[in-house]
C-alpha cells in the first residue's frame, strides 16, 4: 500500500470537516448546502458570507468566519450550535440573484416567529435596531425590516433553539426555558422549525 502524501502546511486538514460532517448528518435540511467554515479576524463573535457576495473566501458557498467567538476555549458543542444557528442566515434569506427564497418553508415558519413574538420582545427588537443605527455612519444604516430578516430573528430562532452554555449568554438559556410559558404560540413555530431542520421535512 502506497503511502499517504503528507499536507503541505500552508493546507492544513480542515479542523472542521467533522463539526460539518455531523451536522450534514444530524441536520438534512442543510445537508445540500454547500458551505465552509474558517477562523478570521474583524469585529463581531462570527461574520457569514452569502454565496452571492464579492467579498465571500468561497464564492458561491455559503461561509461562516469564526472570529472573537473563539477568542476563548470553547466545546465542541457550542461551535456547532454557534455554526448551526449562522446557517438560518441563509435558510432564512432570498436570493438576490433570482429573488427567490432560499428555503419557503423555513422563510414563511420564520415570519411566523415575529408575528407570534410577544410586545416586549417585539420592543427589544426596536430598541436594538435604533442603538445599531446610532453606532452606523449613514451609508451603512438600514431599515428595520432588513434589520429584522437578516440579523435579528435568525439570531432570535438560533439563540432559542441552540443556546450557548457560555454565561454571557444565560438570557438565551432561561428564554429557551421559558419561551413554552410565556409564549407558547411562537414556541411552537420554533419547534417546527427544529422539526423541519432535523428531518427535512
Known amino acids: 500500500m502506497a503511502a499517504g502524501i503528507p499536507l503541505s502546511p500552508t493546507h492544513p486538514a480542515d479542523q472542521y470537516a467533522p463539526l460539518i460532517q455531523s451536522m450534514n448528518r444530524d441536520y438534512p435540511l442543510i445537508a445540500n448546502i454547500p458551505f465552509s467554515v474558517s477562523r ?10 452569502e454565496p452571492w457576495v464579492k467579498d465571500s473566501p468561497t464564492p458561491g458557498q455559503f461561509h461562516i468566519e469564526l472570529r472573537h467567538f473563539l477568542d476563548q476555549p470553547r466545546s465542541q458543542q457550542d461551535i456547532r450550535n454557534l455554526l448551526t444557528g449562522e446557517m438560518f442566515h441563509y435558510l432564512g434569506n432570498i436570493d438576490p440573484r433570482t429573488n427567490q427564497q432560499v428555503n419557503p418553508q423555513w422563510y414563511n415558519l420564520k415570519q411566523q416567529v415575529w408575528a407570534t413574538m ?9 430598541d436594538r435596531w435604533m442603538e ?4 452606523q455612519p449613514p ?16 439570531q432570535y430562532i438560533g439563540g432559542v433553539m441552540f ?20 409564549a407558547p404560540q411562537q414556541s411552537a413555530v420554533i419547534e417546527r422549525m427544529r422539526q423541519l431542520l432535523t428531518t427535512g421535512r
Open 163 to 182: 443556546p450557548l452554555s457560555d454565561p454571557r449568554w444565560s438570557e438565551w438559556q432561561e428564554r429557551a426555558q421559558s419561551l413554552p410559558r410565556v
Open 118 to 126: 410577544p410586545e416586549h420582545d417585539r420592543k427589544n427588537a426596536h
Open 139 to 154: 451609508n451603512e444604516r438600514r431599515s428595520f425590516d432588513e434589520f429584522l430578516q437578516r440579523s435579528y430573528l435568525d
Open 40 to 49: 478570521g479576524t474583524g469585529p463581531y463573535e462570527s461574520e457569514v458570507y
Open 132 to 135: 445599531e443605527q446610532a453606532a
